[in-house]
């Protein structure tokens, strides 16, 4: 059983909205804080936005706050990232996992994102 599915990736315009989601199975998601990485070509795996295992703080990376939402589901094992605005250097695959790196599950296969000039 793969314990994290991302869905929701796609191809937008400059400018256009994406909300991705991310299934979790095989650990008690609600302990955990969770978060939302990438990898654009070339480039690491980067953090994007955290959210506590409550949903009740949330922090992001400089170029993606007011832009992107991160919210979850505890009740249907799911987090989510909301992205507006988006632009081409948000390209890249996007990845879920937990926060603490401790508590690092398998990645997932991810979910491409490209945004087009």
């Known amino acids: 059983q793969v314990p994290l599915v991302e869905s929701g990736g796609g191809l937008v315009q400059f400018g256009g909205s994406l909300r991705l989601s991310c299934a979790a199975s095989g650990f008690t998601f609600a302990n955990y804080a969770m978060s939302w990485y990438r990898q654009a070509p070339g480039k690491a795996r980067e953090w994007v936005a955290s959210?506590?295992?409550?949903?009740?703080?949330?922090n992001y990376e400089y170029s993606v706050k007011g832009r992107f939402t991160i919210s979850r589901d505890n009740a249907k094992n799911t987090v989510f990232l909301q992205m507006n605005n988006l632009k081409p250097e948000d390209t890249a695959i996007y990845y879920c996992n937990t926060a603490l790196i401790t508590a690092r599950r398998a990645w997932g296969q991810g979910t491409q994102v490209t945004v087009s000039s």
């Open positions: 959210i506590t295992n409550d949903g009740g703080n949330t």
